[in-house]
């Protein structure tokens, strides 16, 4: 099998769009307060996740100790597989490639796949998708069960503002105390 990287690019970059849209359709805009993508540790899947002010306000008074994880971890955001039915065909790509052997080192894939929904995000906002989120609104490329935490940081400082890459980053390093 050969992949074709730009191929997933360009139907996530569609598919991305679509799900944000039935995001900003279904909610206030100025109630969202992330929206992200996000895949496993073995790059089979990639979703689309969504999250109200109002959801994580609600999390935040009931587990007042996990505020920043509340905020930085989409699997715990209101709205999880946003438009899934849109992202079938690129999971199914992704799990083939994850078992063909021809693929080429597993990391290199997974972190070519990892690089693409985050240059797929980094386009989206520079084109004014995501234009008139308030300032403390959160993109983030997320995985689970993932602990490179240098790599975290790197996506979000692509993908937000300073101050909020900052806050990120403290967090992240308390995690690791």
Not at 47 to 62: I, M
Not at 100 to 105: E, L, Q
Not at 155 to 172: D, G, H
Request: hydrophobic letters at 35%.
């Amino acid at each position: 099998m050969n992949f074709d990287y730009k191929k997933i690019e360009i139907e996530l970059k569609e598919k991305t769009k679509i799900a944000f849209n039935a995001c900003a359709e279904k909610l206030d805009i100025r109630n969202i307060a992330g929206f992200a993508l996000y895949s496993d540790n073995s790059a089979m899947t990639i979703s689309a996740s969504c999250n109200t002010y109002e959801n994580l306000k609600r999390l935040q008074n009931k587990y007042p100790d996990s505020d920043d994880y509340l905020k930085w971890t989409p699997g715990e955001w209101k709205y999880e597989f946003v438009r899934e039915i849109e992202f079938e065909d690129l999971c199914t790509l992704l799990r083939e490639a994850h078992f063909d052997k021809t693929t080429g080192i597993f990391s290199e894939h997974r972190n070519k796949i990892y690089s693409t929904a985050v240059k797929v995000l980094e386009e989206l906002r520079a084109e004014g998708l995501f234009k008139g989120m308030n300032d403390d609104f959160v993109l983030m490329f997320g995985v689970s069960d993932f602990s490179d935490h240098k790599l975290e940081i790197s996506f979000v400082k692509r993908l937000n503002s300073e101050v909020l890459s900052q806050e990120f980053e403290q967090w992240v390093v308390t995690q690791e105390e």
